[in-house]
C-alpha cells in the first residue's frame, strides 16, 4: 500500500488542512515553505494522468479553494501549484498530490530555472500533434 493511502485510511498520522469525502490536504512533512500543503484525492491513482478529467477537475478545484486559504491566512505573497508526475519529474510518492507551496519572497527555498531555447520549435509542434 502507498503511503499516501495509509495517511488517507488513517494508519500513518498527519496534520489535515481540509478533508471531505473525495479529497485530503495535509501539511507536508517537508514543509519546503511554512503551510507546504499537499492535496490528493482518496482514491488511489499513480498521477494524474491516470485520473479521469472529471476527478482531476474536482480535485484542482479544491487545491484552489485550499491555496488561496493558506495563502491568506499565512500572509504569503503568492503560492506555487505544483504536479510532479512520475519519478524523473520528481514525483517521489505514486500517488496523485498537488503541492501548494506558500511564497513570501523572492528567497524562498523553491526555484525554477527556464534555459533559453535552442530547439526547431515548428518540428517540435509536429511531434506533439503527429496522431
Sequence with gaps: MCIFCSIIE??????????????????DISQT???????????????????PSKEFGKLMEKTKDIAAKV??????????ILINTNEVAGQSVMHTHVHIIPRYDETDTVSFSFTENKLDLDEVLRQINQD
Design 33 to 51: 515553505t511554512k503551510g507546504h500543503t499537499l492535496v490528493m484525492p482518496k482514491k488511489h491513482y499513480d498521477n494524474f494522468l491516470a485520473m
Design 10 to 27: 488513517g494508519n500513518i498520522p498527519s496534520k489535515k488542512v481540509y478533508e471531505d469525502d473525495e479529497t485530503l490536504a495535509i501539511l
Design 71 to 80: 495563502t491568506r491566512n499565512l500572509d504569503a505573497k503568492g503560492c506555487n
